[in-house]
Each structure stands twice: as C-alpha cells, then as structure tokens.
Nanobody
Framework: QVQLVESGGDLVQPGGSLRLSCLESGTLFSIYTTGWYRQAPGKQRELVAWIEYGGNTNYAESVKGRFTISRDKPKNTVYLQMNSLKPEDTAVYYC???????????WGQGTQVTVSS
C-alpha cells in the first residue's frame, strides 16, 4: 500500500511561482512512475508531468518550459516546480503513482492552485 500526501498549493498572481510536493510513503515493490495531474472545474483531469523510475521526465505541451518535475529519493518526495503561472493553470493538482498497466494505481487527496490577480 502506498500513501501520497500533496502540499504547496496556494493563491498566486499571474507570472508567479509555486512548488508542489508529493510525499510518498508505504512500500511498492515494482518499478513505478509518479505523475502530477490537474483538474479544473468542469474539465477532465489531465496529466501535466511525470517522472519515470529511472528519472526520465515528460511534460504536457501546455506546461513544457514552465514546469519541472523532480524526485528527492532520500526524502521520498516528488516536486513540481511551477513558474510563469497563468490563470489557466488554476486547478486541483493530484499526485499519482502507477505501475505498468496500472496494475497498482495510487492517488493523493489533491492540492488547490489558484492563479489570479
């Protein structure tokens, strides 16, 4: 069983920055990927960034060049550094851990990010 706890969401002005954290606890014996999803009101949940077990990172086109995902292994934490934030980045951000084929699939409770002046 894996538990995920997100933190770092806040209200920020356009152009500002935030860093989200996802603390991973528990035991997963398989190779897994950690990703950040977001869901805005009335919209589908979308995957914005993910980091593979070996460290490869991937980004949605909408955040490429502005967001950076990273992992601190000793702290069991995955970060999402968000720069140059736009109002359209406003959403609840969720941390997700999954193994191949979604055999294991874990979600955090979400953290609210609001970009507004």
């Amino acid at each position: 069983q894996v538990q995920l706890v997100e933190s770092g969401g806040d209200l920020v002005q356009p152009g500002g920055s935030l860093r989200l954290s996802c603390l991973e606890s528990g035991t997963l014996f398989s190779i897994y990927t950690t990703g950040w999803y977001r869901q805005a009101p009335g919209k589908q949940r979308e995957l914005v960034a993910w980091i593979e077990y070996g460290g490869n990172t991937n980004y949605a086109e909408s955040v490429k060049g502005r967001f950076t995902i990273s992992r601190d292994k000793p702290k069991n934490t995955v970060y999402l550094q968000m720069n140059s934030l736009k109002p359209e980045d406003t959403a609840v951000y969720y941390c997700n851990v999954w193994t191949a084929g979604r055999h294991d699939d874990y979600w955090g409770q979400g953290t609210q990010v609001t970009v507004s002046s």
